[in-house]
């Protein structure tokens, strides 16, 4: 199947500093979504990106689909940013809709004051 | 409010006996998920369905049961074949058509021993 490859694993930054997430998935995708997990556990969906660039507030996203990779850009950091951020893919191909996403293991964010 | 309502937050049971996580959504979306995942890991496709009465197996169903009786309901069964049942389950719901983004529940935190 799939593979789905972020990094870094970790990242410990001060508050007010700028990030890049990046995923890197083995095979092409027609749906490709970033997600943060806060402390709790509570999911929250951020971007559907499966191409180009999307932004929101302090967060920004941009899918190169052609070279299999995303990148997910934090600005002017948070503490309320902490948590973990994921990348997840359905492979091209798939048909009926829906979201049946591969997830990759997450960058843990710590941001700290 | 409309959203995903995930019960309950916590669960404990012993080993051997069948449990069943509740899910339930009003968000009128077609398509609900199950996820589980582990401690440092991404989420894993459990099962997944489409339309009331119709479920299809995801990466890991085995050990897994579930069933689709009403559009808003979608419950999980942890069977005793399950062989390492505690992790933490997520419900998931999105709307039946591309570039639908999935919308997450709370998560149920399962422990058997």
């Known amino acids: 199947g799939i593979q789905v490859e972020q990094s870094p694993p970790d990242l410990i930054l001060q508050e007010g500093a700028n990030s890049t997430l990046r995923c890197n998935f083995s095979d092409s995708v027609n749906n490709l979504q970033w997600f943060h997990q806060n402390p709790w556990g509570q999911l929250i969906n951020l971007f559907y990106i499966p191409s180009g660039t999307k932004q929101n507030g302090r967060l920004s996203a941009t899918t190169v689909a052609t070279e299999r990779y995303s990148l997910l850009y934090i600005s002017s950091s948070q503490t309320t940013d902490s948590g973990v951020y994921f990348c997840?893919?359905?492979?091209?191909?798939?048909?009926?809709?829906?979201?049946?996403?591969?997830f990759g293991t997450g960058t843990q964010l710590k941001v700290e004051l | 409010d409309g959203g995903i309502t995930q019960s309950p937050k916590y669960l404990f049971r012993k080993e051997g006996q069948n449990v069943t996580l509740s899910c339930e959504q009003n968000?009128?979306?077609?398509?609900m998920y199950w996820y589980r995942q582990d401690p440092g890991q991404g989420l894993r496709l459990i099962y997944y369905?489409?339309?009331?009465?119709?479920?299809q197996k995801g990466d890991i169903a085995e050990g897994y049961s579930v069933s689709r009786e009403k559009k808003e309901s979608f419950p999980l069964t942890v069977t005793s074949a399950q062989k390492n049942p505690t992790a933490f389950y997520l419900c998931?719901?999105?709307?039946?058509?591309?570039?639908?983004?999935?919308?997450f529940g709370n998560g149920t935190r399962l422990t058997v021993t």
């Open positions: 997840a893919v359905e492979p091209s191909g798939r048909t009926g809709g829906g979201n049946k996403l591969t």
């Open positions: 968000l009128n979306h077609d398509a």
């Open positions: 998931a719901s999105s709307i039946l058509t591309d570039n639908s983004p999935l919308h």
């Open positions: 369905s489409q339309i009331v009465n119709d479920f």
